[in-house]
């Protein structure tokens, strides 16, 4: 099955203004995944073809505006006639790539332009009320990281997943002015390291204090542990929560962390273990009837949850009965950017250089004029002159 072909790289150097791209890019991005069907819809009415090159339609638009789509041997493209395709209610610019996984199940993927998919990630990831360098900020973070995983699960057909794993991408709902103009403003702009694509790691909020790519196995000398003092005014900075035990017992089991059969009875202490330069715990340590077991830091808040704990920023652990109390502080793993934290640079008066400066310092900004899967960036790197 062929797939969308890309520009190749060609990336110019960008000095104190914004240079708009020669090329557009096509994301593959994956919405649903091991579905029994699914429900397309487009308002002016949907071309559905072949996914192959020249294929021609099989429906057209006086055929039907609505396909309920279930499992079947080969992929279909759907497109709509208007700027947009509904999935199961839910509205996306670009068309729709519904193909057959292995396990006689679907997945439905949005082939969308690198731009068009920005509006809604943006939205997606933070307000629409932060202030307007951090949204830049956000849009420049966001971009490096989606050209960077251009092909990253080529095997399965798409490049980037919509949600935590990736990037948070909620269609066309999460478009708003204050977004657009801020993608809009920084359009094509990604961050450098030396020749290559900057890691562009972000989370909600550090929690005051930023780590190092070590916590996502990416050690980078731009990613470094460092206090963040515009983080404070966060909501997240400081977050408690109850744990059943049970529940905690079972994650940790599930995720392969202690083995199989210890049952909550067995447990007689949970406690810190190791603590990275930022204040996070690299392994928790559970006192079981027959010795210690000692966990990482990110097993115990998967297992746990990761929204209910929140950050591995962990102050204190308390058992109570049955349930473990868990104060800490942050949310996400705290590496690169704070959203937060950006917010409340901007908040300060602080420009979008500034706040990419901080969270990846010796990254450089410049203009990608177009892509290419698995490729690497080659610059000749210069330094924008900073500027409110």
């Given at each position: 099955m062929t797939r969308l072909a890309l520009a190749a790289i060609t990336v110019l150097a960008c000095m104190t203004t914004w240079l708009p791209a020669s090329a557009q890019t096509t994301l593959r991005v994956l919405l649903l995944r091991q579905q029994l069907q699914t429900v397309v819809a487009s308002a002016g009415g949907l071309v559905v073809r072949p996914f192959q090159a020249g294929a021609q339609p099989l429906l057209t638009p006086d055929v039907t505006t609505v396909i309920d789509v279930r499992s079947q041997s080969g992929g279909l493209l759907l497109a709509g006639t208007g700027a947009t395709v509904t999935v199961d209610g839910q509205s996306y610019r670009g068309s729709v790539l519904i193909e057959r996984d292995a396990e006689s199940s679907i997945?439905?993927?949005?082939?969308?332009?690198?731009?068009?998919?920005?509006?809604?990630?943006?939205?997606?990831?933070?307000?629409?009320?932060?202030?307007?360098?951090?949204?830049?900020?956000?849009?420049?973070?966001?971009?490096?990281?989606?050209?960077?995983?251009?092909?990253?699960?080529?095997?399965?057909?798409?490049?980037?997943?919509?949600g935590d794993q990736d990037q948070a991408y909620n269609g066309i709902a999460a478009e708003s002015a204050p977004v657009v103009n801020a993608v809009d403003?920084?359009?094509?702009?990604v961050m450098l390291y030396g020749d290559h694509l900057a890691s562009a790691y972000y989370s909600a909020c550090d929690g005051g204090y930023t780590s190092d790519g070590h916590a996502l196995n990416d050690p980078q000398p731009y990613l470094q542990a460092v206090r963040d003092p515009y983080c404070p005014m966060s909501p997240y900075m400081q977050w408690s929560a109850a744990v059943p035990l049970a529940d905690l017992i079972a994650g940790l089991?599930?995720?392969?962390?202690?083995?199989?059969?210890?049952?909550?009875?067995?447990?007689?202490?949970?406690?810190?273990?190791?603590?990275?330069?930022?204040?996070?715990?690299?392994?928790?340590?559970?006192?079981?009837?027959?010795?210690?077991?000692?966990?990482?830091?990110?097993?115990?808040?998967?297992?746990?949850?990761?929204?209910?704990?929140?950050?591995?920023?962990?102050?204190?652990?308390?058992?109570?009965?049955?349930?473990?109390?868990?104060?800490?502080?942050?949310?996400?793993?705290?590496?690169?950017?704070?959203?937060?934290?950006?917010?409340?640079?901007?908040?300060?008066?602080?420009?979008?250089?500034?706040?990419?400066?901080?969270?990846?310092?010796?990254?450089?900004?410049?203009?990608?004029?177009?892509?290419?899967?698995?490729?690497?960036?080659?610059?000749?790197?210069?330094?924008?002159?900073?500027?409110?």
């Amino acid at each position: 099955m062929t797939r969308l072909a890309l520009a190749a790289i060609t990336v110019l150097a960008c000095m104190t203004t914004w240079l708009p791209a020669s090329a557009q890019t096509t994301l593959r991005v994956l919405l649903l995944r091991q579905q029994l069907q699914t429900v397309v819809a487009s308002a002016g009415g949907l071309v559905v073809r072949p996914f192959q090159a020249g294929a021609q339609p099989l429906l057209t638009p006086d055929v039907t505006t609505v396909i309920d789509v279930r499992s079947q041997s080969g992929g279909l493209l759907l497109a709509g006639t208007g700027a947009t395709v509904t999935v199961d209610g839910q509205s996306y610019r670009g068309s729709v790539l519904i193909e057959r996984d292995a396990e006689s199940s679907i997945s439905v993927i949005d082939v969308v332009e690198l731009e068009e998919y920005l509006y809604s990630v943006v939205g997606s990831e933070v307000a629409a009320s932060t202030p307007a360098s951090a949204l830049q900020a956000q849009a420049v973070v966001a971009r490096t990281y989606a050209v960077a995983h251009l092909g990253a699960h080529e095997d399965l057909g798409f490049d980037l997943r919509a949600g935590d794993q990736d990037q948070a991408y909620n269609g066309i709902a999460a478009e708003s002015a204050p977004v657009v103009n801020a993608v809009d403003a920084t359009r094509g702009v990604v961050m450098l390291y030396g020749d290559h694509l900057a890691s562009a790691y972000y989370s909600a909020c550090d929690g005051g204090y930023t780590s190092d790519g070590h916590a996502l196995n990416d050690p980078q000398p731009y990613l470094q542990a460092v206090r963040d003092p515009y983080c404070p005014m966060s909501p997240y900075m400081q977050w408690s929560a109850a744990v059943p035990l049970a529940d905690l017992i079972a994650g940790l089991a599930a995720h392969g962390a202690i083995p199989q059969g210890v049952a909550v009875s067995d447990l007689r202490d949970v406690r810190p273990g190791s603590v990275d330069g930022s204040g996070r715990l690299q392994t928790v340590v559970l006192a079981l009837r027959g010795g210690d077991f000692s966990v990482a830091g990110t097993a115990f808040r998967f297992a746990a949850g990761p929204r209910l704990i929140k950050s591995t920023r962990i102050t204190a652990l308390r058992l109570d009965g049955n349930l473990l109390h868990v104060s800490g502080q942050g949310y996400g793993h705290g590496v690169g950017m704070c959203q937060l934290g950006a917010r409340g640079m901007s908040e300060a008066g602080l420009g979008v250089y500034a706040i990419l400066d901080f969270y990846y310092p010796g990254a450089i900004l410049t203009q990608l004029a177009s892509y290419e899967r698995r490729s690497r960036a080659v610059a000749q790197p210069l330094r924008i002159a900073a500027r409110p």
